[in-house]
């Protein structure tokens, strides 16, 4: 089992910056590959980021490309989601999730373990 736990959502105005992190306790991350979602009221939970094993592959949401930064340090079990310029767009609960695979997988149903979300708002 692999609990994960988001933390640095929080209110910021439009063209502002957070930094998300997703701290994993109960296995190591090493052998998973570690995505961002969110969900927005009364929307289905989109694929924001990937990123694989070792960190060498990522992939990103079109709508996120060049905004927001995935990176994971894994000696510390960590994942974090830069998010720079935001938009109003972006407010949602964001989600960390886990997936045993070598691949970059962007949907919901192809991940493990999911922790409980942060907040993110962006005032206009």
């Known amino acids: 089992q692999v609990q994960l736990v988001e933390s640095g959502g929080g209110l910021v105005q439009a063209g502002g910056s957070l930094r998300l992190s997703c701290v994993a306790s109960g296995r190591t991350l090493r052998t998973y590959a570690m995505g961002w979602f969110r969900q927005a009221p009364e929307k289905e939970r989109e694929f924001v980021a990937v990123?694989?094993?070792?960190?060498?592959?990522?992939y990103y949401a079109d709508s996120v490309k060049g905004r927001f930064t995935i990176s994971r340090d894994n000696a510390k079990n960590t994942v974090y989601l830069q998010m720079n310029s935001l938009k109003p767009e972006d407010t949602a609960v964001y989600y960390c999730a886990a997936a045993y695979t070598i691949a970059l997988v962007t949907r919901v149903s192809e991940y493990d373990y999911w922790g409980k979300g942060t907040q993110v708002t962006v005032s206009s």
């Open positions: 990123i694989s094993r070792s960190g060498g592959s990522i």
